[in-house]
């Protein structure tokens, strides 16, 4: 091997090495959104090291075994044992892992199959050019080639991935199998139509140099073309996707919502009927005043205690079993009420209406009634694990803030999701996982939020529910 040789085999392999290192990079870039984030900073950090490690230790060995293993097989090797440590590291979402590395096996090949089909495109020009150069000056050109490639190569993969960050959204999540094999289709047939590409041209090669400049260029055009197309139609398929499925849940909320107001407008007409019923008992009171008035008049005073003892005990009887301040929350909290010890749950309740606020009924018993339906079907999957399941609400003020804060025992694991900071819902079916950001977005209309934690109430492990809402007039 001569000295010119030993340079190019250097610089070969500085290339490679650059590539991984880029290639590793960007896939953590990826992935490192959709990792847990309950652990510290610096544990999150090794994390995401161990995994680019492992991606570069494999692709370095199978490196040195350039004619045992396919280079396809290669990357897809590469890319697995990053997926295993990944799930080793942080073993929850594993489809959506799985998708995460497919995805980007398939942006990386299709972004250096650009690369390197701009590259044959060139070489015709540089033959025509610089036939007379010396060896020297093809050496320093093809490093200049190599840090063109991979510069057009780091960009393609980066932007690819912010892009697919954009469109895809950085949320951890539990993608169901339909979701999941569609969201591949065009990653794995990319795959394939590439490896089928490679295989070809690999077997045709003879036949592909005896060819006319022409058609060889022609060929690596049109390689070009299907590259860049399938490059394209990953991520458009991942952003079609995504935005059917954001529909799909706005449709699920409004939904839900206007389940809600139509709850509401059967509360509004319960209060509406026991108004009437207390306008009537109030228009009614002259004529029982002057029967009561008669009775005395006649010397009928037995009667008359008799008469004056019902219609006292008619206007002491409550409408509901729940006096909050509000007519409207009355209802809920009376209809919560019933049914909450119906299911054997002991509930206490000590809310009262920010009567003197601008806050809302309406906004209020979204909060209530999401709230306590959330308390009932957490105990309710816990099969009465506690002795006395029960269920807590009160109201209070400090300062500006007006806080309802609702409590039920609970034993078992609150998991939290990274982004929301809201507890993953293990809830499956239509119209799970809406409740507490109905709550949220209800709050956030009076510039306040919700708190969830577990804490330890009279002994006992409880998940606690605290909102918070600026006792003010609400924002638009």
């Known amino acids: 091997m001569n000295e010119m040789e030993q340079y190019y085999e250097i610089a070969d392999y500085i290339y490679t090495l650059t590539t991984m290192l880029m290639t590793a990079y960007c896939f953590v870039l990826l992935i490192k959104p959709f990792l847990s984030r309950q652990s510290s900073v610096r544990l999150q950090k090794s994390r995401t090291l161990l995994i680019?490690?492992?991606?570069?230790?494999?692709?370095?060995?199978?490196?040195?075994?350039?004619?045992?293993?396919?280079?396809?097989?290669?990357?897809c090797i590469g890319i697995s044992g990053a997926f295993l440590v990944m799930c080793l590291l942080d073993p929850v979402c594993i489809r959506q892992k799985l998708f995460l590395s497919v995805t980007f096996f398939s942006l990386r090949w299709q972004a250096w199959r650009i690369v390197g089909q701009l590259g044959f495109l060139w070489r015709p020009l540089y033959v025509r050019l610089f036939a007379d150069k010396n060896e020297t000056f093809w050496f320093r050109l093809m490093i200049l080639d190599n840090v063109r490639d991979g510069l057009t190569g780091f960009f393609l993969?980066?932007?690819?991935?912010?892009?697919?960050?954009?469109?895809?959204?950085?949320?951890?999540?539990?993608m169901e199998m339909r979701e999941f094999l569609i969201l591949l289709i065009p990653s794995l047939s990319g795959i394939c139509a590439y490896a089928m590409i490679l295989f070809y041209y690999n077997a045709y090669t003879s036949v592909l140099d005896q060819a006319a400049l022409f058609e060889k260029i022609g060929y690596e055009v049109l390689i070009l073309i299907y590259a860049i197309v399938s490059y394209a139609a990953t991520l458009a398929m991942i952003w079609l996707f995504?935005?059917?499925?954001?529909?799909?849940?706005?449709?699920?909320?409004?939904?839900?919502f206007s389940r809600q107001i139509q709850d509401l407008e059967s509360h509004i007409t319960e209060t509406e009927h026991l108004y009437k019923d207390?306008?009537?008992?109030?228009?009614?009171?002259?004529?029982?005043?002057?029967?009561?008035?008669?009775?005395?008049?006649?010397?009928e005073s037995?009667?008359?205690?008799?008469?004056?003892?019902?219609?006292?005990?008619?206007?002491?009887?409550?409408?509901?079993?729940?006096?909050?301040?509000?007519?409207?929350?009355?209802?809920?909290?009376?209809d919560r009420k019933k049914e909450i010890e119906e299911k054997g749950i002991t509930f206490f309740c000590d809310f009262h209406y920010p009567i003197d606020s601008g806050i809302n009924a309406f906004d209020v018993s979204i909060i209530l009634n999401n709230g306590l339906a959330n308390a009932i079907e957490a105990i309710e999957r816990e099969n009465a694990v506690s002795s006395v399941p029960r269920i807590s609400l009160c109201s209070y003020r400090t300062k500006n803030m007006y806080v309802i804060e609702m409590s039920n025992t609970f034993t078992g694991e609150l998991k939290t999701d990274?982004?929301?900071?809201?507890?993953?819902?293990?809830?499956t079916g239509e119209g799970h996982g809406f409740g507490l950001s109905s709550i949220r977005h209800a709050a956030r209309k009076y510039l306040g939020d919700v708190e969830i934690k577990k804490e330890i109430i009279e002994n006992e492990e409880c998940c606690v529910l605290r909102v918070m809402l600026q006792d003010s007039q609400p924002t638009e």
């Open 52 to 75: 680019a490690a492992a991606y570069i230790c494999i692709m370095l060995f199978l490196h040195d075994m350039p004619y045992l293993i396919n280079v396809i097989l290669a990357y």
């Open 157 to 174: 993969m980066f932007g690819g991935v912010l892009l697919f960050l954009r469109i895809y959204g950085k949320k951890q999540e539990h």
């Open 242 to 256: 995504r935005q059917w499925k954001r529909e799909h849940e706005e449709d699920k909320r409004r939904e839900i």
């Open 278 to 299: 207390m306008r009537t008992l109030r228009h009614d009171m002259g004529n029982h005043l002057m029967t009561l008035k008669h009775l005395y008049a006649q010397g």
């Open 302 to 334: 037995e009667a008359a205690q008799a008469y004056a003892a019902t219609l006292q005990e008619q206007m002491q009887t409550a409408p509901f079993e729940i006096t909050s301040g509000n007519p409207v929350t009355d209802v809920i909290l009376s």
């Open 418 to 427: 990274s982004q929301t900071e809201l507890p993953v819902t293990t809830k």
